[in-house]
C-alpha cells in the first residue's frame, strides 16, 4: 500500500535523507512527491549551514590536555604522543604551566599563576566583549552581585590548588585589576603578596578564597570589600 | 605497545574525531563558547578516565554525547545560562553564499536558538552528529514515533520563521 502524502510530508519533515526504502520509492509518485523532496532538500542544505559553527582554535589542546590531569598516572604518555601525533605535542606544550602544578602554598601558586598568563589576560580583557559572569560562576554554586558583575571584563575557568577556578579581569576606576578565585581553599585573609612590582592580597571567602593582583600603584586593597561581599552563594532556586 | 599507549592513541582519535562536533553541539545547547568548550573538555576528561570500558569504537560518538548531556544537565541543573555566543557569530563574508542566503542562515540560527528544548535538542542531534531517528529515540529515552514528531515540528517552526521573516522572495517560494 502506498504512501498517503500527508504522511509522505511528515516522514520528509522528520528526516529528509532517510534511507528508507519505502520513503524512497514513495518520492516517484507524483510531482507533487518529488516537489516536496526538492525544497526538503533545499531547506537541509540551509539548516546545516546555520549549525555549523566554527570550532576554536584551541579545542583540541584543551581536549588532549586531560590526559594530564587529575595526577595522571600514565606518565609514558609524553614520548609516545610526540611519535604518534602533533596534535598531543601541541596540548602537551599549552599543558607545561599546568603539569608543574603541585605549589607548595596558594601564596605560590597565585605568583605562579600570574607570572604564567596575567598579563596575557589582562590584554585580552582590554580588547572587549561580553563576560557571562553568573554562568561561570554558577558552576560553583556561587554567583554575583552587580557590584562586581558589571565591572568583569573577562572571565574565565584556570586550573587552581583544588581543581578548576576562575580568571576574571576587573575593570576598575584604578585600571584593571586581576581576580583569581580559588575553590576548597583557605588563605590568610588579606594577606599582601609582592612580586615582580605587582601585588596580590589574598582573601578568605565563607567558600573558597581569591586574590586581587594589580601593580603597586593599583590601590588593590580598595577592591577587598568588593570582593569578599560580591561572591556570593547561588539563591536556592526553591 | 604498551596497554597504556593503545589507550593514549583511542584517546586522541576520539579528539579528533569527534571534538569539534561535540564543541557545535555544546555551543547549541548552552550558547556559550567558554562553557562549552568547558563541557566538551569536562566530557573528554571524563571519557579518559574510563577509556578502557570503550570497547566498541563505533559507539563512540554516542557515548561521548551521552557524557556532555549529563554533564550539562549536572552542571547547570540549577542556572541555565543565557544563549550570548551563537548569535555573534557572523556567517563568513567570504562563503560561497549570497548575501540574501547569508542573511536566512542568521534567521536560521535565531530560529534555533529560539526553539523549545525538546524541538531543538532532537534537530541538533541529527543535522549536526548525523543521528537517525533511532539513534535519538534511544539518546533521549523516548519513543521514535515522538522524535519524528519532534523532528517535523522543529523544521516547521523555522520554517515559519523564515517565512515571517524571510529577506527574500525565493523563501516563500521554497516552502
Known amino acids: 500500500m502506498s504512501m498517503d502524502f500527508t504522511e509522505f510530508k511528515r516522514r520528509i519533515g522528520a528526516e529528509p535523507r532517510s534511507g528508507d526504502p519505502e520513503l524512497i520509492a514513495a518520492r516517484d509518485l507524483s510531482p507533487e512527491h518529488r516537489e516536496t523532496v526538492i525544497k526538503a532538500e533545499a531547506f537541509e542544505q540551509k539548516l546545516e549551514r546555520a549549525v555549523d559553527l566554527p570550532a576554536p582554535s584551541d579545542l583540541l589542546e584543551r581536549i588532549t590536555s586531560v590526559t594530564s590531569m587529575e595526577g595522571n598516572k600514565r606518565r609514558n604518555w609524553w614520548p609516545v604522543a610526540m611519535a604518534a601525533s602533533v596534535l598531543v605535542a601541541v596540548g602537551a606544550a599549552g599543558m607545561g604551566w599546568k603539569m608543574s602544578q603541585g605549589w607548595e602554598s596558594v601564596e605560590a601558586y597565585v605568583v605562579d599563576h600570574y607570572r604564567h598568563d596575567g598579563d596575557k589576560v589582562v590584554a585580552m580583557a582590554l580588547e572587549g566583549g561580553p563576560a557571562d559572569v553568573h554562568a561561570m560562576l554558577a558552576r560553583f554554586d556561587l554567583d554575583a552581585t552587580p557590584e562586581l558583575a558589571n565591572i568583569v571584563s573577562l572571565i574565565k575557568y584556570c586550573p587552581t590548588p583544588e581543581g578548576k577556578g576562575i580568571h576574571m579581569i576587573l575593570d576598575t576606576q584604578n585600571g584593571p585589576l586581576t581576580v583569581i578565585y580559588m575553590p576548597d581553599t583557605h588563605v590568610t585573609d588579606r594577606e599582601m603578596l609582592a612580586f615582580d612590582q605587582m601585588e596580590a592580597l589574598l582573601i578568605d571567602l565563607e567558600s573558597g578564597s581569591a586574590a586581587i593582583i594589580g601593580a603597586d600603584s593599583q590601590r588593590i586593597e580598595d577592591y577587598y570589600a568588593v570582593i569578599h561581599d560580591s561572591i556570593v552563594p547561588l539563591p536556592d532556586p526553591s | ?175
Not at chain 2, 10 to 32: E, S, T, V
Not at chain 2, 51 to 64: F, I, T
Not at chain 2, 114 to 135: D, F, I, M, N, T
Not at chain 2, 159 to 175: A, F, P, S
Open chain 2, 1 to 175: 605497545m604498551s596497554n597504556e599507549d593503545r589507550q593514549l592513541l583511542k584517546f586522541n582519535g576520539l579528539a579528533q574525531a569527534y571534538g569539534a562536533d561535540l564543541f557545535r553541539y555544546a555551543m547549541w545547547i548552552c550558547g556559550n563558547e567558554a562553557l562549552s568548550k568547558d563541557l566538551v573538555q569536562e566530557t573528554y576528561l571524563r571519557a579518559w578516565k574510563a577509556v578502557d570500558s570503550l570497547k566498541d569504537e563505533k559507539a563512540a560518538k554516542s557515548w561521548l554525547i551521552t557524557i556532555l548531556r549529563r554533564e550539562y544537565a549536572r552542571t547547570f541543573e540549577r542556572k541555565v545560562p543565557k544563549f550570548t555566543d551563537v548569535e555573534t557569530v557572523v556567517v563568513p563574508e567570504d562563503s560561497e553564499l549570497e548575501p540574501d542566503d547569508r542573511a536566512e542562515v542568521q534567521l536560521l540560527r535565531q530560529g534555533i536558538m529560539k526553539l523549545a528544548p525538546k524541538y531543538r535538542e532532537p534537530l541538533l542531534l541529527q543535522v549536526v552528529l548525523g543521528y537517525s531517528c533511532q539513534e535519538i529515540a534511544a539518546e533521549l529515552d523516548i519513543s521514535k514515533s515522538a522524535v519524528m514528531t519532534q523532528l517535523f515540528r522543529a523544521r516547521e517552526q523555522l520554517k515559519e520563521r523564515l517565512q515571517k521573516d524571510g529577506v527574500t522572495g525565493n523563501v516563500h517560494g521554497l516552502y
